[in-house]
């Protein structure tokens, strides 16, 4: 037996000791896997729940749905309101603990009164680096973590989810479109509506993997390596800023080290979360 069909045996034996589950599931590669495996182990035991707020795009919806469908997964939608909250609003480094703070009350209180034993999420192997203060909310929420407690890298998920045909095997990471804000830069619906259209248009464009970087009247494109030298001509430079400008940005710029994820974290100090 292979390495990874040990880890995935490890993560089937851990969910089926499981009376019931709550999986929060955003509709990226790792909740999906984990809905799929949770729903394999438990059946009808479990519920999906993805969280609706100002931060989760339509595209996000739409994939989510789609994949509860095909895979007839139990699954629910709750609003959460993290936009309201002053101190989410505020944007500094741990903003993501009061987003996370907020949908595991949630889910902690959708547990309590459906009498499900535990709520899980999607955190992997790989999520330990970086600056991740909504794994400090999952810790005081004790919420479970099955797919880290197993092993599995992001890898180990994309091919377990590949092998279970699961439609966003491949799919790009998507972190919530706060995420796009510069710290210190108020998030309101209103730019979280300006970066969720910027993406769109990109992703019109063709480019698959990027992020638009909100840094107030500054727009910086991030666009994966491999994908630069279609972006890096005079054309798209035009197309960007009849993009952007329309959008309230005075400058549109278009960042030459590429896409890469927890760009907005490099200047943070490294701490434990």
Same mark, same amino acid.
């Given at each position: 037996m292979s390495e990874l069909e040990n880890k995935e045996k490890r993560l089937e034996a851990e969910l089926k000791k499981m009376p019931s589950l709550i999986v929060a599931y955003s509709g990226g590669v790792d909740s999906a896997y984990l809905a799929y495996a949770a729903h394999r182990a438990l059946g009808d035991r479990m519920l999906a729940v993805t969280a609706l707020s100002a931060s989760y795009s339509e595209r996000d919806l739409r994939e989510a749905q789609a994949c509860v469908a095909r895979f007839k997964l139990p699954h629910e939608f709750i609003n959460t309101d993290e936009v309201s909250n002053p101190a989410y609003r505020a944007n500094n480094p741990d903003r993501c603990f009061f987003c996370k703070d907020e949908l595991f009350n949630k889910l902690d209180a959708l547990a309590s009164d459906r009498g499900f034993a535990a709520v899980a999420y999607g955190v992997n192997v790989d999520d330990q680096g970086d600056w991740r203060p909504g794994q400090?909310? !999952?810790?005081?929420? &004790? #919420? /479970?973590t099955p797919l880290l407690d197993a092993g599995l890298t992001k890898a180990d998920i994309r091919e377990l989810a590949r092998a279970a045909?699961?439609? #966003?095997?491949?799919?790009? !990471?998507?972190?919530c479109l706060s995420s796009r804000i510069a710290? $210190?830069?108020?998030?309101t619906p209103e730019r /979280? !509506? #300006? #970066?969720?259209? $910027?993406?769109?248009a990109l992703?019109?464009? $063709?480019?698959? &993997?990027f992020r638009v970087r909100h840094h107030d009247n500054l727009v910086r494109v991030e666009i994966a390596p491999?994908? /630069?030298?279609?972006?890096?001509?005079?054309?798209?430079?035009?197309?960007?800023?009849e993009i952007f400008k329309p959008l309230g940005f005075n400058f549109v710029t278009l960042d030459l080290e590429g896409y890469r994820t927890g760009s907005l974290n490099t200047h943070l100090v490294k701490i434990s979360s």
């Open positions: 400090r909310a !999952a810790r005081k929420h &004790q #919420v /479970l045909n699961l439609p #966003v095997w491949n799919r790009p !990471a998507s972190a710290y $210190g830069i108020e998030v /979280l !509506a #300006v #970066v969720e259209k $910027g993406e769109e992703r019109a464009l $063709g480019f698959r &993997q491999e994908e /630069l030298p279609r972006a890096l001509t005079p054309e798209m430079a035009r197309k960007f800023v």
